[in-house]
């Protein structure tokens, strides 16, 4: 909620609906406006690095309209000539992050040099997310923020978790091994990063997203030159609208383009967003108009006479500095959960920002809005490597404990034609091949961490619970998908309440909700909300580099695929041993999966086919399981519920000898499926892969211990 209420320049009744009905074309404009803004929210525009949402702006203005780019990158459309001059202003950039330093390791280290931060929580919501580097050369390169492993929390020491993650915690992971692999890759100092999830639509108007009141100014101001007339409409003179660059490090762009073009006043659509002290982190009541300065008389009379309600802000509430001696009017759009990943805007309240400028600078009646040509939907990565495609199906398969079927369809879809799959009452896949010999099990699990709905509330958010361990920060304020009956639902995870004063590193889980911009609970219904839906932020795979990928869910996808690759290298009848292959459920939740198979069957020896949580990371404790990527498959010799007998490491080694199979040994934190079974006499062992920021959206693999896992499996089902 707002600290103050919209204030209406018309009579009520007649204002929400003088708004809501503006034009001939109102709801065009709100739907063209909306779409817009969605567009130019998934480019990104560090300050100092605004080349590429520049280019998109141009895209989308008129074809014979003339612009021009001056020295700073400000991007400036003139029309008419002469006195007065009258200046329209949006920010073209967002604020952000520049790399400061590179490490002999290979990670990156950030600064933030513009301006803006107003709550303690706005580095923390970057730790833990997959990020975009755009290099100096204009390529995009995938990396991921370090975060702590949830499995290793024990070995933080005390208070480690307790204040908020600040900038001194934050490393990007490219998949490098040393400084020259960062210089290979095309990044170098000051080049600029953002997270990769940059944009969600809510419901029919509202966008969600990074910097989204920045874009909504330059998306107001690209509505404006699209539906102008060609001539301003009252009077000569001349009209700039100028998308300022670096408006994010000190007002550059308008106080050179004020400097230059001396203009007689100025309009400026601030990017500022400064969370409220409110449960929402608001600024203003997003769809209730724009918001202006309260002693702005011009503004004021132009929503009266439009009938567009507006919002009145004290002069430090619209700050706007740097401007001296100029008619000044500023103007910004209502957000909610402001400076975060998922500030929301509406673009009903872009649409009351075009058309109360119009008014208020003489531009004339506007057009109607040109048709936006469609924009194809993003294909997903394609990968050239057999392995990295098999791998990228698996993460695409969403799949929360206790909702694993997708995963389950695609397991069942990959099986060798020689396969018979069972499908047991908890839902495990089976598949048994040979005879006589040890009657052996490799198993590896379908489900994943993830969130699951248990209310709604009558405002339209959900209540949910966490399904699985992790540190609830790295999820909240991020963009979610609600998978619902008939389909994923985009959504987003709203930050806690109160996160703007917020003095803690993990929210209550109470206080988590999802926001799908459904307003009531039938509105929310009718989405396909309800209780007992699984909730997951957004997935894919990305490469880092040659050798390494990330995605969430790796764990345990990765461990999915080696076994799938392993029963595509058996030949069944050459099988000496008794040997059953499992895809199991609801690890995550208590190894319920593997528990049922235990109930029922037993075997010589149980081999769970996970993570091994490596704390080769730059922000976990090197003191247990340190064992590095790239460095072959592990033997998960000791974890949380499982420890191998001397005599079964030193016959795994000396197989993966005889092999020539890469194979490290280590002790790290948590369990696995082959703990159920050691209560019936089995011998319970991991076999792993090293694997990078556990239970997080960016956990990372690399390619070569996946082909050495799929090997020792492959060698002990026909060896051991």
């Not at 003095?503 to 307003?519: I, M, Q, R």
């Amino acid at each position: 909620m707002s600290r103050r209420r919209p204030l209406f320049t018309t009579p009520l009744w007649c204002a929400l609906g003088c708004f809501a009905a503006a034009g001939a074309s109102g709801q065009s404009s709100v739907n063209e406006a909306t779409e817009r803004l969605l567009r130019l929210t998934r480019v990104p525009a560090v300050s100092g690095h605004e080349q590429d949402v520049r280019k998109a702006v141009v895209a989308m203005l008129p074809g014979a309209m003339k612009t021009t780019v001056d020295h700073l990158g400000n991007l400036i459309v003139r029309v008419g000539s002469g006195s007065p001059v009258t200046l329209i202003a949006a920010p073209l950039d967002e604020p952000g992050y520049v790399i400061s330093a590179i490490t002999d390791e290979g990670y990156l280290r950030l600064h933030r040099h513009t301006s803006g931060l107003a709550h303690p929580l706005a580095h923390q919501f970057h730790v833990g997310q997959p990020v975009l580097i755009r290099s100096h050369r204009g390529a995009y390169v995938a990396g991921v923020i370090a975060t702590p492993s949830t499995h290793l929390r024990s070995t933080r020491g005390p208070g480690g978790d307790a204040g908020p993650r600040t900038l001194d915690d934050v490393f990007v992971d490219v998949g490098a091994e040393s400084k020259a692999d960062v210089a290979a890759r095309g990044i170098r100092l000051l080049d600029s990063i953002t997270l990769r999830e940059r944009a969600t639509k809510l419901g029919e108007a509202e966008v969600s997203g990074v910097a989204v009141v920045a874009r909504a100014g330059a998306s107001a101001l690209v509505e404006i030159a699209t539906r102008m007339s060609d001539a301003p409409g009252q009077g000569p003179g001349t009209i700039i609208l100028a998308w300022t660059a670096q408006s994010f490090f000190g007002q550059r762009g308008l106080t050179r383009l004020i400097e230059a073009e001396k203009p007689s006043r100025v309009f400026v659509l601030t990017g500022s967003s400064v969370p409220a002290k409110d449960a929402s982190g608001s600024n203003g009541v997003v769809g209730g108009g724009p918001m202006v300065r309260d002693e702005d008389a011009l503004l004021a009379a132009a929503a009266s006479k439009l009938g567009i309600p507006v919002q009145k802000r004290s002069i430090s509430e619209l700050p706007l500095t740097g401007i001296r001696g100029i008619e000044t009017h500023v103007l910004a759009v209502p957000s909610r959960y402001a400076q975060t990943p998922v500030e929301t805007v509406d673009g009903r309240d872009i649409e009351g920002v075009v058309r109360l400028l119009a008014e208020a600078a003489g531009l004339g009646a506007l057009r109607p809005p040109p048709a936006l040509p469609a924009a194809p939907e993003p294909s997903p990565a394609t990968f050239a490597e057999p392995d990295l495609r098999l791998l990228a199906g698996f993460v695409r398969a969403y799949g929360v404990s206790g909702h694993e079927g997708p995963v389950r369809a695609e397991v069942l879809r990959r099986l060798p034609p020689w396969a018979k799959p069972e499908v047991d009452g908890k839902g495990n896949v089976v598949v048994r091949a040979g005879a006589g010999g040890k009657s052996l099990m490799f198993v590896a699990h379908n489900d994943e961490v993830g969130f699951e709905i248990t209310a709604i509330r009558d405002d339209g958010t959900a209540l949910v619970r966490s399904i699985g361990g992790m540190y609830l920060s790295i999820y909240e304020a991020h963009p979610v998908l609600i998978h619902g009956p008939r389909g994923a639902i985009p959504g987003l995870l709203a930050p806690r309440k109160n996160y703007a004063t917020s003095s803690t590193l993990e929210p209550e889980a109470s206080s988590l909700v999802v926001d799908t911009g459904a307003k009531t609970k039938a509105e929310a219904e009718a989405l396909g909300l309800a209780v007992g839906v699984s909730v997951t932020p957004r997935k894919d795979l990305a490469k880092l580099g040659v050798h390494r990928a990330t995605a969430r869910g790796m764990d345990d996808r990765n461990g999915v695929t080696a076994l799938l690759q392993a029963i595509a290298l058996i030949d069944p009848a050459t099988l000496k041993n008794r040997v059953t292959f499992v895809w199991s459920v609801e690890e995550e939740t208590g190894l319920e999966g593997a528990a049922s198979i235990a109930q029922n069957e037993t075997f010589h020896t149980v081999f769970a086919v996970d993570t091994f949580v490596s704390s080769d990371t730059p922000v976990d404790s090197h003191r247990i399981a340190h064992l590095p990527l790239g460095k072959g498959a592990v033997l998960r010799a000791l974890d949380g519920r499982t420890t191998v007998p001397a005599e079964v490491i030193d016959r795994i080694m000396a197989l993966a000898g005889q092999a020539a199979i890469p194979l490290q040994m280590g002790v790290t934190g948590g369990g696995t499926d082959a703990s159920p079974f050691s209560a019936k006499g089995a011998v319970d062992v991991g076999l792993s892969w090293p694997g990078r920021y556990s239970h997080s959206p960016v956990e990372v693999m690399d390619r070569r211990d996946l082909a050495a896992l799929t090997r020792l499996i492959a060698t002990l089902a026909q060896r051991y």
